[in-house]
């Protein structure tokens, strides 16, 4: 008599074909077991720049949280100092740790890959910091994670999201739970008020049905250029699944294509046509009537040279910066 296996099948996509630094990028998909939407399941999201770095790792729900118990659970996140006491804020340019308190429920000892990934209050990722172990069984284990706040960080509230797997994403690893999230301050080390951390159990923010997940983050103004690789996994029923894709993000300073006026699309140099597109929305921001900026031209702020923040407005930091950007690709 043959029996048989169920299928499961995860699938993962991008909002758009390409993006350019300072973008919002959302990955979605859906989960499905024999072709019916898994409505219960998590998924496992991890995220690698062309360096081959590590993004983000992230866990999303299809629905509502699974409703057995896992075999290792993410109970808490909170910001604290080395020795595990609560601190609520941290300095540019700091150690930032996070102790990271995680059950194992299963009678057997579980490898557990304990990851945390942080957030600016724009939605940009900044900075992760993971560790592997053996948990024992039918035990609670406190992890403490350190990870540096840039020199340059976006001051004010942040985010940090904790998450438990198997192992890497990219390497197969699955999420054993739904992920926590916490809150914290970044300061310049002067006065600043402070929030009170904030904790969540299963800290997805997005309204999942009918088998489907998604995230949405934001890339950072001085994003490298290249591809970016998306792993994706989940755990359903004693079946495990695996997917993959990448997303583009394209030359800042590379506007459009051949042909002019645009819309083209970015043809991945810095030609002439992409001088005539930012001289066009230099003007248009200065010559009476003034139009809307445009949000592309806008590379950089206050300040030379980058990195700093986009500030609103084309001004001389944006032309010297995009004359930089034109001279490095033909140099």
Not at 265 to 289: C, E, H, K, T
Request: glycine share 8%; aromatic share 12%.
């Amino acid at each position: 008599m043959s029996v048989h296996a169920p299928v499961l099948t995860l699938t993962v996509k991008t909002d758009k074909p390409y993006y350019y630094p300072g973008d919002n990028v959302t990955i979605y998909g859906n989960l499905t077991l024999d072709q019916v939407p898994v409505t219960d399941g998590v998924v496992g999201i991890q995220v690698k720049n062309p360096s081959g770095q590590t993004l983000t790792f992230r866990t999303e729900t299809t629905g509502t949280p699974p409703a057995t118990a896992p075999y290792v659970k993410v109970q808490s996140i909170i910001p604290c100092d080395s020795s595990g006491g609560q601190k609520d804020s941290f300095t540019r340019g700091s150690l930032a740790y996070f102790k990271i308190t995680v059950t194992n429920y299963d009678i057997d000892p579980r490898k557990t890959l304990v990851t945390i990934s942080t957030y600016y209050s724009d939605n940009t990722p900044f900075c992760y910091s993971s560790f592997g172990c053996t948990l024992q069984p039918q035990t609670t284990t406190d992890v403490i994670l350190s990870l540096p706040i840039p020199q340059e960080a976006i001051l004010g509230n942040s985010a940090a999201y904790g998450n438990a797997y198997s192992g890497l994403p990219e390497s197969g690893g699955w999420p054993y739970c739904t992920e926590v999230s916490t809150t914290f301050v970044i300061t310049d080390g002067g006065s600043l008020s402070l929030t009170t951390p904030k904790q969540e159990s299963g800290a997805s923010t997005n309204l999942q049905v009918n088998g489907n997940y998604n995230i949405t983050f934001k890339l950072a103004s001085q994003a490298t250029a290249g591809n970016y690789i998306i792993y994706v996994t989940s755990r359903y029923w004693a079946e495990e699944t695996f997917n993959t894709t990448t997303l583009a993000v394209k030359l800042l300073g590379d506007f459009t294509g051949p042909g002019y006026p645009p819309p083209s699309l970015p043809d991945g140099v810095i030609d002439i046509n992409d001088v005539r597109y930012f001289i066009d929305s230099f003007i248009a921001q200065y010559w009476p009537p003034p139009g809307t900026v445009n949000p592309q031209c806008d590379l950089t702020g206050a300040g030379y040279p980058p990195p700093s923040l986009p500030d609103g407005v084309i001004d001389i930091n944006d032309v010297r910066y995009f004359i930089d950007l034109f001279i490095q690709y033909y140099s």
